[in-house]
């Protein structure tokens, strides 16, 4: 391949990182839980709902959209995220202002949700192929934007919110979105067959493990595997991100005033954003060097403890420090698990493989928001949530162990043989 000249595969990863800041923000919507159910007399329950249907939403998209991919190219594909991401956005904004539930489960939930796996699924699995040799390192950039994008919608929406509303937040929000994730969409496009980096050889192997069909994929049990530690991760950290401004509101001093518990759970979600960026580029720079396996097993082990005592905080310190480290995880696990399967089924069609994946964090998405909204309005309290999380990944941890790659189990069988 040398002498070829090629796109710039940075320029491409910023464009991909763009995409993915703005498509992050579906994880700042918490930030307007309190605003939405003081407008319009809806419960917790009700609102919630929105953010999970935009999940579940995404599950069917990213598999839509990873085969898209993979026959028709990646930039149709993101074009067609960026469309309907600001366009569902556009919407929310109305359903708000006419006071219409039904119409932000469709904008937000649906459209968003919708528009929200076609564009998240294009960096992944375009980044992957232009970068085979730093596979951890560029999943974990990507989805760090992802992290990231929580932060500028929970620093910049409880004033936009108390100084213009709610409905035109989302109008303003919106605008922004339709113009920067379909601009970076175009940008969007992959490596040609054969590609390699400059300087950079392919390990042994690596020309086999290429070519995995969607088929081959879910008919190993590899997939099944990967799909539920990729569910339980999400399941956990998406049902703290659902509740976490009014969790955090909760712990607040009862004689602040609505409006400064928002501010200051706004700037408390700001840290999670940061931490969640951070952990992705952390735990996925990691898994190059100590192998996915042991960072998913290390993930669920800590959070086991993490959520166990969150169960019983009520000091916002202690909170904001726990709360902290599982948002780090769950960014981790979204920014590890990419790399793993392109090592376990190759990166020819990793497209839809891993958009067939994603149907994890639609799941996940179901289950986890509605769980903790759920079991909130019951008890009045979350405490049962957490400890429920809490054993469910102490469980999940005979997951890692039994996802050894085949390679792998034959290495260790050759080494006890």
Known sequence: MAGKSYPNRWLIALAGI???ICLGTVYGWSVFTKP????????????TLTFTIAIGSLAI???????????????IVATIGGLLFGLGTLITGFGDQIGSLTVIYLGYGLICGLGLGFGYITPIAT??????????????LAVMGFGLGSLMLTILSPGMIASMGTAMTFYIFGGIFLVAVTAAAQLMIEPPPGYVPAGWTPPAGAKAAAGMTLGEAVSSKYFYLLWAMLFINITA???LISQASPMAQDLMPSSM??????????????????????????????????????????????????FYFLSATKDMMMFTVICSYIYACYGGGFATMPAYAADVFGTKYVGRIYGWMLTAWGAAGIMGPMLFARI???SGNYSEALTITAVALAVALVLPLLAAPPKEQQNNKAKTA
């Open 18 to 20: 763009v995409m993915q």
């Open 36 to 47: 939405l159910m003081a407008a319009h007399n809806w419960s917790n329950s009700d609102v």
């Open 61 to 75: 998209s990213s598999a839509a959209g990873g085969y898209i991919l993979d026959t028709k190219g990646a930039r």
């Open 127 to 140: 980044l992957v192929k232009w970068f085979p040799d730093k596979r951890g390192l560029i999943t974990g």
């Open 237 to 239: 950290g998406i049902a």
């Open 257 to 306: 005033s609505a409006a400064d518990k928002a501010k200051q759970a706004g700037v408390i979600l700001g840290i999670f954003a940061i931490v969640n960026g951070i952990g992705r580029l952390f735990w996925a720079s990691a898994s190059d060097k100590i192998g996915r396996r042991t960072v998913f097993f290390t993930l669920f082990a800590t959070q086991a403890v993490a």
């Open 376 to 378: 909130r309005q019951a």
